[in-house]
């Protein structure tokens, strides 16, 4: 049982470059949710998923795209990156009904 | 909007001191409140949750007490360990049971021996 892994633990892009952060989990949870966290700011919700072909927006959804065909995984994609997505990453997963209580264990962006 | 308030940190104890962290809210309608920790180097973790007034969440020596009429959910604990030494996270969700968590800045606590 590895609980929530995500890939990469690092990356470096450049502006305008895209990519997809990888997450899954093998607890079988309905609920997963993508997370950015920036110095003093705490986390900001950026997308989730209630369940297998249902995602929505969070706080800060703009240039993110999401997508759930599965129950355990939840993509995360960077459509072309920019210097304010600099950030570490969270995904997070938790039965239905329960707000995030797994979380991962970070992937950390760099923007140039 | 629904925001967290969180006590400027960094905090630094010695071992066995007693702590609190604080946390306020402002959120409509009567929110679940939570704290997460994040030790070093890993994703964060659920470490107590209230859902009403009054409620208590405990873990790990850990205590929280919803209190509405502060709008407040401090975070305390009697005596603290070096193994305690993280960043804590006070959080709320205005809708039961919906993942749209809202954090507050965050709060580093060390622990000396």
């Known amino acids: 049982n590895a609980g929530v892994t995500q890939t990469p633990k690092f990356q470096v892009l450049k502006t305008g470059q895209s990519m997809t952060l990888q997450c899954a989990q093998d607890m079988n949870h309905e609920y997963m949710s993508w997370y950015r966290q920036d110095p003093g700011m705490g986390l900001r919700l950026i997308h989730y998923?209630?369940?297998?072909?249902?995602?929505d927006q969070g706080e800060v959804p703009n240039g993110y795209n999401v997508s759930r065909s599965t129950t355990e995984d939840f993509p995360l994609r960077l459509l072309s990156a920019a210097p304010s997505q600099t950030s570490v990453y969270f995904c997070?997963?938790?039965?239905?009904?329960?707000?995030?209580?797994?979380f991962g264990p970070g992937t950390r962006l760099l923007v140039l | 909007g629904d925001s967290v308030t969180q006590m400027e940190g960094p905090v630094t104890l010695s071992e066995e001191a007693f702590l609190t962290i604080n946390c306020t809210y402002t959120?409509?309608?009567?929110?679940?409140l939570f704290w997460y920790v994040q030790y070093p180097g890993e994703g964060l973790q659920l470490l107590l949750k209230?859902?009403?007034?009054?409620d208590k969440g405990s873990n790990k020596g850990f205590e929280a007490t919803y209190r509405k009429e502060t709008t407040s959910f401090h975070l305390e604990k009697g005596s603290v360990q070096v193994s305690d030494s993280a960043v804590y996270f006070c959080a709320l969700s205005s809708i039961q049971g919906a993942q749209k968590l809202v954090f507050g800045q965050g709060t580093r606590l060390t622990i000396n021996p």
């Open positions: 998923s209630v369940g297998a072909g249902i995602t």
């Open positions: 997070a997963s938790s039965p239905a009904g329960v707000v995030a209580q797994y």
């Open positions: 959120a409509t309608g009567y929110p679940s």
């Open positions: 209230a859902t009403k007034a009054d």
